[in-house]
Every structure is written in C-alpha cells, then in structure tokens.
C-alpha cells in the first residue's frame, strides 16, 4: 500500500528527499522483530541490520514485542503493548509487519478466522496516518520445531494464505521470508527463534525491496483494455485474460521496475511460485500462454510470438527472461533457438531436451508410449518408428545454442529417474551456462522435483540479468557471525572481534594493518579472541620489524571490512600501510563485476580517510580445487578487471596465482586445506614469502 504513487515514484521520492530529513522506518511484529534468540538482538535484530544497511537518511525502529499477536482481543494482543502506541507516535512512513508465529501455535480455538480481519484492521491503521506511504507484511518464517508446539503445516497451509490475502485486500507489498530461510540451519539460534545470519537475509531482502528502481502508474491490462479477471496471486494481482482464444495469465508487481522487466513462464503454473515471488518483490512481471499438449510444436511458437508481441507493444522490456519446468522446456527452447535477441536469461528446471531420451527410446520407453504418440500428434506425425529420432528436439540445435550464448541457468537431480542427465542436458551447456545440481528426491509417482530450496540463488541469475541486481559488495554494513567454527574463542562473535580490532589498531598505532577476511585471521598477531590461529607464527616471524594488526575477521565480505573501516580505529592508527585481502566470501552471492566494484569502492574508502597510508591489494587469493571449479573462474575474472584497472599513486596491486598451484592448475593441496579456500601453514608460509618483499618494498618508499 503505497499512498504517494499517487504522484510519484518511490524511487524518485528517495532520490529526491531532503538528505535533512530520515525516512522513518517502523518494524512493527513479534518475537522475530524484536530479535528473539539473536546474540546482542539490540546490534544483531533484523531492523538493527536494516538501519546499518540503510544508513543514515532512515531511521528504523524497533518495536518488536515477543510473544505478541495480531488478535485485537487477546491478552498478548501488540495492541496492548506499550510498542503500539510508541510506533503511532513515532509517525513513520515506512511500516513493516511481521506476525503469524504465534497465531500459528493456537490455531483450533476459533481465533484464526479473525486473523486476516483483525490483521487488516492493524494495516489500515497504520496506513491511515498521515505519514505513511507505504506498507510491507512480511510471512512467517518456516518452522523446525518438530515435536514442539509450532507446527510448520500450520503456519504454511494456514498462515501464509491468509497473509498472503492481507498483502492483497490491503494492496500491501509483501516479502516471502518464508522461501528465503527454509534451508535452516545457520539461519537459525535453535528449531524456532532466528539467529544474527538469518535476520540478515530479512534485511537484506527488504533493503533490496525498498531500493530497487521503479515507475509508478504503469499496468499493461488497464492501458490495453482487454477484459480480465482478477485474483490473488500470493499477495500480487492475478489478471486471467485471453488472446486470440487462448488462456494467458499476468501477475503484476505492486510497483513496476525501471525499464519494464518481465519473465515468461513455462509449464507448471502455480507450482514452485517462490521464484516468481521473490522476482516480483524486485518489480519484475510474470507471463504465461497456455499451451498444453502442443509439445513445442509450430502452434506453440506462434503463441509465444503473439504473447511476446502483447507484452512488448503494451510496454513492457523488449528482451525477457524466461523459467520453464519440465516438457515445457520444449516451447520455449524452440521458440527461443531462433530469438536470441528477445531473451536475457533463461532458467531450465528439470527440463525435457532431448525426446529420445525421453520418452522416446532409451529408459523405459514402454511405459511412455501414450505420451511419444501425442507428442508426434502435435507435430504432425502419424507414423513413426520408435527408433526413429524426434528431430524437434531442442537438442538438435545444439550447435545454434554454442553460437547464441545465452545464459543459462540448469536445475535438475540425478536421483530423477526417467530424466537422464548424459543424455538429456548436459549437451545443452554452453559456455555462459551455469550448471546447478540438486539431489532431491522427486515425490513417489511424481515425474519431476522442482526448483531449489532457497531460491534467491536462482532470482539473483535473473537479476544479474535483467539489469538490476543491487550489489552489496558496494554497501557498507556489519557483520553477524557467531559460531565456534569461525576460529574464535567461546562465546565470541562478530562484535567482539570488531571491538578489540579498533582498541588494538587505537592502543598500537601500527606500521602495517592486514585487512581481510578468516584467511587474514588465522596470521595470528596479538588478538585474544582467536583459537589457534595457524599462521601466527609465520607471519609473527616474517614481520617482525614491523609493527602491525591482524584486523582480518571469519566470513567478512567487502562490505563489513568497509563498515569496520569508518566505525573503527583504522583512521586514528594511521598506518603507514593496509595489505587487503577480499573478496572470495562474497562470490556466492555476486558476480566477478560485482566483486571488483566492491573492491574498487573498499580501496577508494581507505585513499579517502587516510591519504597518507599505502595499499597493497591483493583482492582474493586462489580459490577452487579444480581448475574448472566456478569459484575459480570468478577469482579469474575478478583478477583480469583488477589487471585493468587505473589505481591511486599510492595503491599497489599484487596478484597471487601460480604460485599456489600444482602444474596441472589444481590448487597445491601443500598449501591448501580440502575446502579449497583456507590455508594450510605452509600455505601461510608461501603467502608470508610472497608479501614480504613486496612489503619491504613499499614501506622503503618512506
């Protein structure tokens, strides 16, 4: 619900406002707001993230009241809560939900059917101050509690629907927390509560949400007049119309990104909608032309040529992306082979490449027959030997594939039984292919297993893209690590190790500083926090005729090592040199572009806030075991724009390759430990032998 796309966008709105005045944001919610279970909540919360991430021009707050519900007449109602009042009083403009877990637990008395009324009740009143401007409902987040009293099946066959039908009568945006933290795991303290990494996925998303780039007004339907029906698509409008006789469906995003993007969906509608969920919280639109039982056939073409033709006349982007599932892969790699330049990206999931594979001939082609007969009906085939090769298969233009170059994105399990990946996809992958392995079990009797558990891998692709990712390799922001696994002592985290860095780099005031992240960790040096720190000696020994610090810390990408900077003691050490090390932890997340722009903006942080200190940037050492490991194609490439670049007269750019590697380009497993990423100490010995001459060097000049 957004009151000022009456007059303009919200991005403009943000671009415009008064840097004077803080766009306040309320986290208005339960237990997950307020930071149940999270280690230092009042640092580790997801809107004490999100105010970090968001800087200075908002403010956020938290009004998270634990174990609070929604029911306007229940004891623990947020409406009796002090928070409530204190959140209208604060007059934000910004006003995210967050309840349905404890609603969840007390499901079967009778209270859930005032859940969706007394919810949209709260929203309105929100929404209904003069400040507001837009409303954000957030779902629940999976539980694991498995003989507890939060039953998962509750929350996501009863309470999702219904905040999914307050997002939607509200016209409110809504942001599907639920898909992104249902891997488990470190996203959480225990089978319920969040932990600091879990939150930090909620902020991001919302970060992500509240900055892509939009236009306001905009709705292909309305401006093309064709008669529609409308419904609830997990929050979003649903308009069901039709073209030419045939049945077409369009989900739009509450507000329209910049340039129009929409993404055309193949087979299987309404099945794994997350991705098609988190593409719309990023303004992106969803396609579909029915063409069941066409096969990829010519008829099937010329649907897709009329839907395309609709969507680019009414609007929308000239170039789509597009997701297919299953044998719908077959329409939209025929239609695609020849149109390379109408497409951006294209996502396969389980796809059907090559029909003689299957169902054509070579696994279990008896019990396909039904199937091969109305596959070459629609091809217009009447007679065919079984033996004889479908020749409509995609798979026959794998030679205009090499040539097009489009990417790719492969989702498909080994453990699918009538799906051979040999024979069926693995000729597909191009050069600009990333391939992407699931072992999931498909259902019993169920012929194809869908999508990733976590999908924000997949709608990053589609983003990178599309042309609007949002890259927080650039974004400042601290970290939310606590775990014995990241090499620091009992009961220690992120902060803690942020907060001796600086008294040390205050109390010291060294000649050198190692930036970096576990890697530069484990040199040691004269912090407390850390167990066993592997090359402390080594590093100890090489530099001992240098003062320096250790300020490398466990999983930190550039962004934290660039909020360190500015909230530490780095400016009033003023070290005569900063040897940075980064990068290889944001490679799961962003692209090689990405990471060298984030590197870049790290080094110009450092020139900017202390001119008369030295750099060395190594950017990320080697990574991947294999030559061929993706990691190691992303180190690859982060280092060629590091080659290119134009640095500062007082940066020093080294990078370390070869040196680390066997003849056969693997990583020297002497030097490495089996993660391919961590070194061994005689790793740390090669790496001290390589930076001190160019240390000594460097630190001659002066």
Excluded at 114 to 119: E, R, S
Excluded at 331 to 345: L, T
Aim: hydrophobic share 35%.
């Amino acid at each position: 619900m957004n009151k000022f796309f009456i007059a303009l966008s919200i991005g403009l709105f943000f671009c415009t406002i008064s840097f004077a005045q803080q766009i306040r944001v309320a986290c208005i919610g339960n237990g997950l707001t307020y930071g149940t279970g999270i280690n230092k909540r009042e640092l580790n919360s997801y809107p004490a993230q999100l105010q970090r991430i968001l800087g200075d021009n908002y403010l956020v707050r938290n009004f998270g009241v634990e174990g609070s519900t929604i029911y306007k007449d229940d004891e623990k109602s947020f409406r009796k809560s002090a928070q409530y009042q204190a959140s209208l009083d604060f007059e934000p403009e910004i006003i995210i939900f967050s309840f349905g877990l404890e609603e969840a637990k007390i499901t079967g008395n009778g209270q859930e059917v005032n859940f969706v009324k007394d919810y949209k009740e709260m929203v309105f009143r929100y929404f209904n101050l003069p400040t507001a401007l837009r409303t954000i409902v957030l779902t629940p987040a999976p539980s694991f509690d498995t003989f507890g009293t939060l039953d998962n099946r509750v929350i996501k066959n009863t309470i999702m629907p219904a905040i999914e039908e307050v997002a939607f009568s509200t016209s409110s945006e809504i942001v599907n927390i639920y898909s992104l933290l249902s891997s488990g795991g470190a996203n959480y303290a225990d089978n319920i509560n969040l932990s600091a990494i879990g939150a930090n996925k909620i902020a991001r998303n919302i970060y992500e949400i509240l900055n892509y780039r939009s236009e306001h007004d905009f709705n292909i339907i309305y401006q093309t007049g064709l008669e529609n029906t409308k419904s609830n698509f997990h929050g979003y409008t649903q308009y069901d119309f039709e073209l030419f006789g045939w049945s077409c469906k369009l989900v739009s995003p509450r507000h329209t990104a910049l340039g129009r993007p929409w993404i055309w969906r193949s087979g299987h509608w309404g099945d794994y909608t997350d991705l098609d969920q988190q593409l719309l919280q990023r303004g992106i639109h969803v396609a579909y032309i029915d063409t069941e039982g066409l096969f990829g056939n010519s008829e099937a073409e010329d649907r897709w040529f009329r839907l395309y033709d609709f969507m680019t006349k009414g609007g929308m982007d000239k170039k789509v992306s597009i997701e297919s599932y299953g044998i719908g892969s077959l329409e939209a790699m025929n239609w695609s082979v020849n149109n390379k330049d109408k497409i951006k990206a294209i996502y396969l999931d389980e796809p059907l490449l090559d029909l003689n594979s299957w169902p054509g001939g070579t696994k279990k082609a008896s019990e396909e027959i039904d199937i091969r007969k109305k596959v070459l009906r629609a091809h217009g085939i009447k007679n065919s030997k079984k033996e004889e090769p479908f020749m409509f298969s995609p798979v026959n233009s794998l030679e205009k594939w090499n040539e097009n170059q489009i990417p790719f994105f492969v989702v498909y399990s080994k453990l699918n039984g009538k799906i051979v990946p040999e024979e069926n996809i693995k000729k597909f992958l191009s050069v600009n292919a990333v391939e992407k392995l699931t072992t999931e079990h498909p259902k019993e009797g169920v012929f194809e297993s869908f999508g990733l558990e976590d999908p924000s891998e997949l709608s990053g692709f589609i983003l990178d893209h599309t042309g609007y990712p949002i890259n927080f390799a650039e974004i400042p922001s601290a970290g939310f690590e606590f775990r014995s696994a990241a090499g620091w002592k009992s009961g220690a985290d992120w902060w803690d190790n942020h907060r001796e860095i600086s008294a040390r780099i205050k109390t010291t005031s060294p000649h050198i500083i190692f930036l970096g992240n576990s890697i530069t960790q484990g040199i040691g040096g004269g912090r407390t926090l850390l167990q066993n720190p592997v090359g402390g000696n080594v590093f100890q020994s090489a530099f001992s005729k240098y003062p320096w610090e250790n300020a490398g810390i466990s999983g930190d990408r550039i962004g934290q090592m660039m909020f360190r900077i500015t909230d530490g003691e780095f400016v009033k050490g003023n070290p005569r040199l900063i040897v940075i090390t980064a990068g290889v932890n944001d490679f799961p997340e962003e692209s090689a572009e990405n990471v060298f722009n984030g590197i870049q903006k790290l080094v110009a942080l450092v020139e900017r806030t202390m001119p008369d200190t030295k750099i060395l940037i190594l950017g990320p050492l080697p990574v991947g075991i294999e030559a061929n490991h993706p990691w190691r194609k992303k180190f690859e490439d982060v280092h060629a724009k590091m080659e290119k670049a134009t640095w500062g007269d007082f940066v020093t750019y080294r990078k370390f390759y070869s040196e680390f590697l066997t003849a056969d380009k693997k990583l020297n497993p002497t030097f490495y430990a089996k993660d391919g990423v961590h070194l061994t100490l005689e790793g740390y010995k090669r790496w001290a032998e390589l930076l001190q001459p160019e240390v000594n060097k460097i630190l001659s000049y002066r």
